[in-house]
């Protein structure tokens, strides 16, 4: 919607990039036409590109655990694991990866888990023997169990 409104505002179009240094999205890949259109933008409202950046993550593993952080020019890319991450890409018939993440990341999110998930014993196993993670209650303090 933004992306549509700036089509015809120009002035909208340079108050969003006058200051703009950097756009970030994630949950889900940027559409290439709406890649595109930002570029674009920005070149005629400001004369260069912002970086654009991304990241993939899960509630159960953290906000990111792999990051695109470099100039690309194009959507889709995810990036690279972050310090202390493992990934396992795992392509399909049709080079659609699943992707399998494993270190330390995972375990220090174990608050994120829904406490009904938190009472199950492979998550307790899973907390305990790969970093040992405390979980937190909704008051944010540690318990003891699960």
């Known amino acids: 919607m933004l992306v549509q409104a700036m089509e015809s505002d120009l002035a909208l179009r340079e108050a969003y990039f006058r200051d703009l240094d950097m756009i970030f999205y994630a949950g889900a890949s940027l559409p290439q036409e709406v890649w595109t259109k930002l570029e674009d933008y920005a070149l ?4 260069r590109i912002p970086l654009m950046i991304s990241s993939w993550g899960l509630t159960e593993t953290a906000p990111a655990c792999v990051m695109q952080h470099e100039p690309i020019g194009r959507s889709g890319v995810i990036g690279v694991p972050l310090p202390g991450v493992e990934v396992k890409l795992l392509p399909d018939d049709e080079m659609r990866c699943e992707i399998r993440v494993k270190g330390r990341i995972s375990c220090r999110a174990i608050s994120t888990i829904p406490p009904n998930l938190r009472r199950r014993s492979t ?15 909704a008051r944010g303090q540690p318990r003891v169990g699960f």
């Open 44 to 47: 005629d409202a400001r004369g």
């Open 123 to 137: 998550m307790r196993a899973i907390s305990s023997r790969r970093c040992g993670a405390v979980p937190r209650s």
